[in-house]
């Protein structure tokens, strides 16, 4: 079975540009979860979409977004992006992500770096 | 809100030795979840091992342990017989009961020398 697919693995942007990073799931999870990780701040959750619905949400700036489609691929979208929004952008993957000891399945991460 | 703390930001064991790595949680909840994730250079997360706060027996994963004291909020993790492939950060990780995210500590780096 294909693990959790994450595109691209690398992003240069400038101050202000805007990104979509893509996430595919895992065959048959449901659930995708966001999670930004950096040097200072460490691993901080973004939001989680299930049914292509968001079904969590942390405490982003609204300039952070998401979707999931029908097939449970997930994108998330940062837009006019600052210095501060360098990062590795983590996806996670889920069957339904609604028992506490299901595993989440990571992806290897988008790695963002804006200039 | 919860919190996970790791106390150690980096730690070294030589190869085919045993390395305890700390964590203590913050929490007011009753039913909740612990987890190891590692994340080696590739950054790919691993789950290492997971423990259900309702179970009093310390889970076990070929050569990770953990030792879960819930009244002390402390939930460490234990590798025996240290592989060179076991060099790479670790989080420990809580999750409330239900549909709820992962919060992360800082991490712990662990160096194997060999």
């Known amino acids: 079975k294909a693990g959790v697919t994450q595109t691209p693995r690398y992003l240069i942007k400038t101050r202000g540009q805007q990104v979509t990073l893509s996430c595919s799931p895992i065959s048959g999870h449901r659930s995708v979860s966001w999670y930004q990780q950096t040097p200072g701040q460490g691993l901080q959750f973004l939001f989680e979409?299930?049914?292509?619905?968001?079904?969590n949400k942390g405490n982003f700036p609204g300039r952070f977004s998401g979707r999931q489609f029908s097939n449970s691929r997930s994108e998330m979208n940062v837009s006019t992006l600052e210095l501060g929004d360098s990062a590795l952008y983590l996806c996670a993957s889920a069957r339904t992500g609604t028992s506490g000891t299901e595993t989440q399945y990571f992806g290897p991460g988008t790695r963002l770096l804006v200039l | 809100a919860q919190t996970v703390t790791q106390s150690q930001p980096e730690m070294s064991v030589q190869e085919a030795e045993t390395v305890t790595l700390s964590c203590t949680y913050d929490t007011s909840e009753s039913d909740y979840y612990l987890f190891w994730y590692k994340q080696p250079p590739s950054r790919q997360m691993i789950l290492v091992i997971r423990?259900?706060?309702?179970?009093?027996q310390n889970a076990t994963e070929n050569r990770f342990s953990v030792n879960f004291q819930k009244a002390a909020k402390s939930f460490s993790l234990k590798i025996s017989d240290s592989q060179l492939g076991d060099a790479a950060m670790y989080f420990c990780?809580?999750?409330?009961?239900?549909?709820?995210?992962?919060?992360f500590g800082k991490g712990t780096r662990l160096s194997v020398i060999a």
């Open positions: 979409y299930f049914s292509e619905t968001q079904r």
């Open positions: 990780a809580y999750r409330r009961s239900g549909n709820t995210p992962l919060v």
């Open positions: 423990q259900e706060a309702y179970k009093q």
